[in-house]
């Protein structure tokens, strides 16, 4: 039996000090989660001024509570906060102060402290969406490569001052937002407890995210004179699905089910991954089933579906279900490469091509996805084109910070690809950027 969970990827953090070192940090990766979070976040973006279509909200695969940013393009999250809150508008208040730490050009100064550390300011962060082979049997533990703490530390932490003036950003986000700010207080008070407590025992918000109790007076002071909004019902209903999805693949099936016992469309979900985690995959169909009739359109749940059917090796029902979310959400990487994947294991010739089709399609939708880069690797063997299938084996490598293989796969590819052509360029493109100084 295969051994289910969320699609796990690895966040590369390449920080040069003296020698290249890294540090990986494990996602969760999961397009109706992504989703959620993205229609979460939209208003509060927008709010502080930010593009909302070109910063994405990810779920790192930790369950200690933390959320921070590395770059004006991604907020990162831990999915033990995102369990710990206990609203929609808690979630966005989180999001709202990250948001703020970006739209205020704290990154800018991290950049500084970076050189003053003597960081080599060649500083990259490469996404790679490399998931956990099928029988892995924990939902991803990302790898811990290097980096030392101190480094860690100058790059994460924040000043008490960038806190205060992020805090002051967010309450305006989320008022401007209609979003109650008196929810970014009681996500305060969760770490209220924190502060005192030695930096080992510290969850590692409290200790990038410095908490005084100034803090909490000047929020606490802002929103005692606010009106407060009506909770929106579109809000509630997508954080319910964000925590059901998480807590289905991260807590034990046992847990899930004595917990999730009524016929609510959230509970539904959670059984049907939980009955899937146990083994119990004509359970979780049934369950699927009812979720799709009440949401006929909606294509993560025809994902979800997807991705029981396969890993019960139901491979043709699979792919039709599959090719439904896509057919619903064209445009959702995720989406097709599950798509692309599911028609790879049935090792047809017409599947095969479709697959490559597809899977280059998701490629261009989100070209950090080193996952799909091993299926467009097979797809490309199979089709016979040995030097280009190398190529997407190299850049692979790279996208996970693996530098020596992936050079060593670029020097592969560049024999056998016709010189000067697109793909020989590519692994030009990776000998020269893995060139060791």
Do not use: C
Not at 121 to 141: C, D, P, Q, R, T
Request: a positive charge.
């Amino acid at each position: 039996m295969l051994i289910t969970h969320l699609k796990t990827v690895l966040v590369v953090i390449i920080i040069t000090i003296q020698a290249t070192s890294a540090q990986s940090i494990g996602l969760l990766r999961d397009p109706d989660i992504e989703h959620g979070l993205q229609e979460l976040a939209n208003p509060v973006l927008r709010a502080a001024g930010l593009e909302a279509s070109n910063i994405k909200i990810l779920i790192v695969n930790d369950l200690s509570l933390n959320a921070f940013v590395i770059d004006y393009s991604y907020i990162f999250i831990h999915a033990g906060l995102v369990l710990k809150l206990t609203s929609a508008e808690q979630l966005q208040s989180v999001i709202a102060h990250e948001a703020a730490h970006i739209a205020n050009g704290h990154i800018a100064r991290r950049m500084a402290n970076i050189k003053q550390a003597k960081v080599s300011s060649a500083f990259g962060v490469l996404l790679a969406a490399a998931a956990l082979a099928a029988g892995e049997k924990k939902a991803g533990a990302g790898i811990l490569l290097g980096t030392s703490n101190s480094a860690k530390r100058v790059f994460l932490a924040h000043s008490r001052v960038e806190e205060s003036s992020a805090d002051q950003s967010a309450l305006q986000y989320l008022s401007l937002a209609q979003i109650n700010p008196t929810s970014m207080s009681e996500v305060l008070q969760i770490f209220n407890g924190k502060i005192t407590l030695s930096e080992e025992r510290q969850d590692p918000y409290t200790r990038s995210h410095p908490l005084s109790r100034d803090r909490i007076r000047t929020v606490d002071a802002y929103t005692s004179t606010i009106i407060i909004f009506p909770k929106n019902q579109a809000h509630i209903y997508r954080f319910k699905r964000i925590k059901a999805k998480l807590s289905g693949f991260l807590r034990a099936p046992k847990w899930t089910l004595s917990n999730a016992k009524n016929n609510s469309e959230v509970s539904l979900l959670r059984q049907a991954i939980a009955n899937h985690r146990s083994g119990k995959g004509a359970v979780a169909k049934s369950k699927m089933d009812q979720l799709i009739a009440m949401h006929p359109k909606d294509p993560y749940y025809y994902e979800l579906q997807g991705q029981i059917l396969l890993e019960n090796r139901q491979y043709d029902a699979a792919i039709k279900a599959y090719a439904t979310a896509a057919e619903l959400a064209p445009t959702n990487a995720l989406i097709l490469g599950g798509y692309g994947r599911s028609l790879l294991v049935t090792n047809t010739k017409t599947n095969n091509k479709v697959a490559l089709r597809i899977l280059k399609k998701a490629r261009r939708l989100d070209n950090r996805d080193a996952r799909v880069l091993h299926d467009i690797g097979t797809a490309l063997a199979r089709a016979g084109k040995k030097g280009q299938s190398i190529l997407a084996i190299a850049e692979r490598y790279a996208l996970l910070g693996d530098l020596k293989n992936a050079s060593l796969q670029a020097t592969k590819a560049e024999s056998l690809l016709s010189r000067g052509s697109p793909a020989w360029q590519r692994a030009q493109d990776i000998l020269d950027t893995t060139k060791v100084p």
